[in-house]
């Protein structure tokens, strides 16, 4: 008989740019300010975890680079997990993916990974951009549409962020359309993802307390059968079919790209803008940390762009980052897109 905790897993996803690393900062603070010890894990289709310098130096980070946590680098989510619970000893672990990721197969991961340590999924927290999944919905087609739908389908909470840019008119049709999609689930509209973190919690504290009560009984007969009932509600809940999570094939994002960039030098301003503006559409997201010419030798700026809104933020980064770009898209014209950078 064990009667240690069960650490809970709470997983963070939705498509790029929809405003992940916003509610994983809100979530550590609220954590924080409850006097919990809080992991993190990020993961980054590219080379550099920029989104990480959004984060307190002083909470444990775990980074899963160059590939996505639920397929190439999937493996990993075990040892990772393993390692934070040994290593920190975590109240909770809040895992943001990539907005590549198809959470289900995340989820698989993270049960595989149950079944070693005290550990259990929580709840997946999916946020939508609303605006985006308007404009995909019109059209009915296409693997990013696909994608974002997966995504809806696996949550337990669905953030449907970014109303302000939402007309009235606009609203009756959205909820419609994540409600077709998964009707399981709670809808919560938000702003910059502002919602009341303590009814989140409120809410999952009941699933908390039941695996702390299972703790208490015979943990190694009911390891598996607990595994089971996490990976038994996602599916029953949101009714959907995952064939291909079965044999670990992942098709749904392959055609998203990923170009890197390296500065060696300040960058000028108005040519950088320019480049911006002219990106095909097909690059809908772009992240770095850039200096530029007009400023003064240690300002550093932290550079988001999704769905062709640009934004720059100055920072002092917490760690060593080198000047970089990233871009993720479909079709990226890399040695088109190197040959513009390396004049700027």
């Known amino acids: ?45 590219g080379e550099v975890n920029l989104d990480g310098l959004m984060i307190d130096e002083h909470i444990p980070m775990a980074e899963m680079l160059s590939g996505c946590i639920c397929c190439t680098i999937r ?21 943001e993916s990539t907005g590549a990721a198809n959470p289900m197969e995340l989820i698989d991961g993270i049960t595989e990974a149950s079944l070693y340590g005290k550990a259990y999924l929580q709840s997946v927290v999916i946020i939508v951009d609303g605006p985006h999944l308007l404009k995909l919905s019109e059209k009915g087609v296409g693997k990013t549409f696909r994608l974002m739908q997966e995504q809806i389908r696996c949550a337990d909470v669905i953030l449907l962020n970014k109303m302000d840019r939402v007309e009235p008119s606009q609203l009756s049709e959205l909820r419609t359309i994540v409600s077709a999609i998964n009707t399981a ?14 009814i989140l919690v409120q809410e999952q504290a009941s699933v908390t307390q039941q695996q702390k009560q299972v703790g208490q009984n015979d943990q190694n007969d009911q390891n598996d059968q607990n595994d089971q009932n996490d990976v038994d509600h996602h599916h029953a809940a949101n009714d959907h ?16 790209m990923v170009y890197t960039h390296y500065f060696h030098r300040k960058v000028d301003r108005p040519r950088f803008e320019q480049f911006i503006s002219a990106l095909p559409k097909s690059v809908y997201r772009a992240k770095g940390v850039l200096r530029f010419t007009d400023t003064p030798p240690d300002s550093r700026f932290l550079f988001q762009y999704a769905y062709r809104e640009p934004d720059y933020m ?13 871009l993720i898209g479909e079709h990226i014209p890399k040695a088109e897109i190197k040959d513009l950078l390396d004049q700027l």
């Open 185 to 198: 689930a709670e809808l919560i509209e938000t702003v910059q993802c502002e919602v009341d973190l303590a």
């Open 314 to 326: 100055r920072i002092t980064p917490q760690k060593d980052v080198p000047d970089v770009l990233v």
């Open 1 to 45: 008989m064990d009667s240690n905790p069960i650490t809970p897993i709470v997983v963070i996803s939705g498509f790029l740019g929809s405003g992940k690393t916003t509610l994983l900062t809100k979530w550590i603070e609220h954590y924080k300010g409850e006097n919990q010890k809080v992991a993190v894990i990020m993961n980054e289709l």
């Open 75 to 95: 493996g990993d989510v075990g040892l990772t997990i393993m390692n934070l619970l040994e290593q920190e000893c975590p109240d909770v672990i809040l895992i």
């Open 241 to 256: 079919e995952h064939s291909h999570s079965s044999s670990h094939s992942h098709h749904s994002h392959d055609h998203v």
